[in-house]
């Protein structure tokens, strides 16, 4: 399985600095892309530009966030038919920021994986714990809550068109990183519930680690059993230095 290296921009980049990034990566990855795969969350006002900026190349484009209904009565929300029209194959679900930040609950999360999966665009659900929780060694129950909640209702069918993301919101934007020990212990978790989740199928979704991933510490983590890819903060807003983080996937 190749390791997918994605990056989120969050709430960074004009039109002109997004696509001035784009145009970095795709000049510092090879294109076709060799051993890995690779997408980026821009904010929305600049996913047509990044659109447009990878074109052809295998670089993927994804959105941060999306509301789970086609049409309707939401002000400031963008649907699923939306993304897809903007060119995103991707999107994620349950980041930590739109969970503790701004009050997304598990049952939100899990209608959004199924829009999601509806409309045939990736959903990569994520999930981690807060630092009281991991103190407090409710770590193992906090994630096998949000994973069995956010996977409600997905089939093993669709099994091969999710990815589930493991954020420590500890390790976000802190400058911390979980050791390999940490992230190791809690992908080999997450590898069981799949498996006992969907069977077989389990085994084929990729497990990404989220939170403080930079160019420094990329291989340990991609070296990590069951971390099959890596999800970008601060780091993807750098192009050279996103594309070392790609580099480290290649091995």
Known sequence: MRPLIAGNWKMHKSRAEAQALATALVRGLPNPLEGIDVAVFPPFTAISDVVGAVGDTDIQVGAQNFYPEDAGAFTGEVSPPMLLDAGCTMVLCGHSERRWVLGEDDAFVNRKVLAALAHDILPILCVGEKLEERESGETAAVIEAQLKAGLEGVTAANAAHITVAYEPVWAIGTGLTASTAQ?????????????????????????????????????ELLGTPEIGGVLVGGAALDGPGFCKIAAAGIG
């Open 183 to 219: 992230a190791g212990e809690v992908h080999a978790q997450i590898r069981g519930l799949l498996n006992e989740r969907f069977g077989p199928a389990g085994s084929g979704i990729r497990i990404l680690y989220g939170g403080s991933v930079k160019a420094a510490n990329a291989a």
